[in-house]
């Protein structure tokens, strides 16, 4: 009788701790989950910024002439001379729709095309918001679209914004909850006449 | 039991353990992420930093240009070269493991100038002018020290800006020479727009009335800025005596009398209400360059003078190393990468 109510007490024991190991599996996996979502956001956040600093400062270097193509609040066409070697080339950001991404299950993302020349690379960054503003010398916003060289000439400084989210729900395939980094910045193309040291 | 109870603790810590070291690498991964791009903005920031640096050091004419610093835990480094007023200026900045260049090209560039095209501009009206004994005023273009004619770039000794003007300094007599001696010329620039930012740049202020004497402003090669606030009241609140020798600009607000052994070497604007401006009989006051007498209403011009030397030279040279002041240039950008 003893060591059958033993062997009783023992899978009760056993059932409550496997529960409890279960349990604890599924929270570590929801803190991974959102852990790997949130690397993933933010490590996008840190790289497209990154490009687009780094090509954005770049507009207008060596280039004679009108330095900006076209300006839009989705997009910008302008050229430079992005590898400091003397060759011109013509740059293009454009901000794609949901419907180019269909894959995720996030239904507000959409992807950033940006083109060099006549190399167009889709990149799905996960944004889900991505606004260009333009500024003239003094600092006043200039409407989109701006499509006149006159209006563009007077481009001087470029504000970018852009919200990046995961692709997937942080906890689980019913969520509404995506991780998510915003960033913002005005970059001032030194290039585009507009500082003076 | 107790062997599989052993065994299954055993798996249950190894289990945790890879699910802690595998958060932990996420973490981290997200630090470095976020922590990269950090190193990255200040390294930049570093870079700009020297370009600034270098530039400042370009305006203060440093006989050495530094090409390294540092700054709050990061350094940087910079080369630079120049042919005339053009610069090349390539700068590195470093922070921990991120560094970050720009390379740039400048055209080092002077600010718009209060030009005088004579030895004396007066641009307020009505005149009152006056000269006597030695003083003279000379509107032939003469080297920024004074010493020697440059042949060429002559300009009128005194211009004015009515006609009616232009005769009371004829009738003046004295010894007033130039191409011509005496002209209208409505083209001389009103100093006003430029006296705020001289009086923000200057390396020298006057703030009180007073008598100065034995004073020495900047040199040839470093030109200053002297800024003497003397007031619109009628007496001669600003007065120079003595050695007083001073290169680049000298503003005066009010009236202000020469006198002495004082010399300048360059451009001087005075103005005010009334503004009166006298060279005394004593010593050998004289102003290499030009001078631009304004104000809001009339002004008086009174030379007197013993030397043999005249008071008032014109001189091209001086006036362009007043405008070539460290202070009042700017930098505009014919290439930038980074």
């Known amino acids: 009788m003893s060591s059958f109510l033993d062997i009783i007490m023992s899978t009760i024991l056993f059932g409550i701790l496997a529960l409890t190991v279960a349990r604890v599996q599924s929270n570590i996996n929801s803190s991974m989950c959102q852990n790997q979502f949130s690397v993933v956001t933010q490590t996008n956040a840190v790289e497209l910024a990154r490009q687009i600093e780094s090509d954005f400062a770049k507009i207008g270097h060596r280039v004679s002439g009108q330095k900006i193509l076209w300006a839009d609040s989705t997009g910008i066409r302008f050229l430079a001379d992005l590898t400091n070697k003397s060759v011109v080339n013509d740059v293009r950001y454009l901000a794609g729709d949901t419907s180019h991404v269909k894959g995720t299950s996030n239904t507000g993302d959409f992807p950033l095309f940006r083109r060099v020349g006549s190399q167009t690379v889709q990149q799905n960054w996960g944004l889900t918001y991505f606004r260009i503003t333009y500024y003239d010398s003094v600092y006043n916003r200039i409407p989109t679209p701006i499509t006149t060289p006159g209006q563009i000439e007077r481009i001087r400084a470029i504000n970018v914004g852009f919200r990046i989210e995961s692709p997937e729900p942080v906890y689980s395939y019913y969520d509404t909850t995506w991780a998510a980094v915003t960033w913002e910045k005005t970059i001032i193309p030194r290039n585009l006449n507009n500082l003076n040291y | ?338």
């Not at chain 2, 003469?142 to 004829?170: E, Q």
Request: a neutral charge; one cysteine or more.
């Open chain 2, 1 to 338: 039991m107790g062997r599989m109870s052993l065994f299954l603790v055993l798996g249950l810590s190894l289990a945790f353990g890879i699910i802690g070291f595998s958060m932990r690498g996420t973490t981290n991964y997200l630090v470095e992420a976020q922590t990269g791009y950090s190193k990255y903005i200040f390294a930049r920031n570093l870079a700009r930093t020297a370009i600034h640096t270098t530039l400042r050091a370009y305006d203060r004419s440093l006989p050495t240009i530094p090409t390294s610093g540092s700054f709050s835990g990061g350094s940087y480094v910079v080369q630079h070269s120049e042919i005339g007023d053009t610069l090349w200026i390539t700068s590195t900045g470093m922070y921990a493991d991120s560094t970050y260049t720009m390379k740039t090209k400048l055209l080092r560039t002077t600010k718009p100038f209060p030009q005088v095209s004579a030895a004396i501009g007066i641009r307020a009206t009505p005149v009152k002018f006056s000269i006597s004994g030695q003083a003279e005023v000379d509107g032939h273009n003469w080297d920024s020290t004074g010493t020697n004619l440059v042949g060429y770039g002559n300009v009128p000794g005194v211009a004015t800006m009515k006609g009616s003007d232009s005769v009371t300094v004829t009738k003046a007599g004295g010894d007033i020479d130039g191409v011509p001696p005496v002209k209208v010329d409505t083209s001389t620039i009103d100093p006003l727009p430029f006296l705020d930012e001289y009086k923000l740049n200057a390396d020298y202020v006057y703030n009180m009335s007073g008598v100065y004497n034995s004073a020495s402003w900047g040199s040839s090669s470093n030109p200053a800025i002297v800024y003497c606030n003397a007031g619109d009241d009628t007496s001669f609140s600003i007065k120079f005596t003595g050695n007083v020798v001073g290169y680049g600009i000298l503003v005066v607000k009010g009236n202000v009398q020469f006198n002495g052994n004082f010399s300048f070497y360059g451009l001087v604007v005075v103005d005010g209400f009334n503004t009166m401006v006298q060279f005394g009989a004593a010593g050998t006051p004289q102003v290499v360059g030009g001078v631009i007498v304004a104000g809001n209403a009339g002004a008086s011009v009174m030379l007197k003078g013993t030397g043999s030397e005249a008071k008032i030279k014109y001189s091209s040279d001086a006036l362009d190393k007043a405008r070539r002041i460290g202070k009042l240039r700017y930098y505009s950008i014919i290439e930038w990468y980074e």
